[in-house]
């Protein structure tokens, strides 16, 4: 039953990553051709997806879902989380960010969803983070209650 749980809530978070890397996918509507077509092409593009864990664990806890994103064609990168704070650890994220061409989406887990929103902070390309809050579902929580996606600030 618990393997079952698992296996939902890890079908729910790469969803919820797929729905948040389409979402940074979606150009403005009505935007004209000028003279930032490279803009414009990096808005198309598929973003590159970071995924970073959270304590007690290691980026090795991503594999299933870098499998499954890679397989969708998405660049997937999950660096190790160094777990030495929040202001340490969130300056050595921001500089995976700052090696990324493109856009960007951010996936934490748990303490991870602290150190992204922090990495993120002033990086306009970091289009949205999705945090999973909840360690184990329970029976009454959807999908939607255990994650969220909102856009970076």
């Known amino acids: 039953m618990h393997v079952r749980r698992m296996i939902s809530r890890r079908r729910a978070l790469v969803s919820g990553v797929a729905v948040a890397a389409t979402a940074a996918m ?48 998405y660049k997937t990168i999950a660096p ?7 202001p340490t650890d969130a300056a050595y994220i921001a500089s995976v960010l700052e090696s990324i061409e493109g856009p960007i989406v951010l996936v934490g887990h748990s303490y991870g969803g602290a150190v992204i929103t922090n990495a993120a902070a002033g990086n306009p390309r970091s289009r949205h983070s999705f945090t999973s809050r909840r360690s184990r579902p329970t029976r009454a929580s959807s999908s939607a209650s255990c994650s969220t996606s909102t856009p970076a600030a």
């Open 26 to 73: 979606v150009g403005p509507a009505g935007s004209t051709a000028t003279a930032a077509d490279h803009t414009k092409a990096q808005s198309k593009a598929k973003p590159t997806i970071v995924l970073v864990h959270g304590g007690f664990a290691d980026a090795s806890g991503w594999n299933g879902v870098i499998e499954r994103l890679q397989h969708d064609g």
């Open 80 to 86: 190790a989380n160094p777990l030495r704070g929040i």
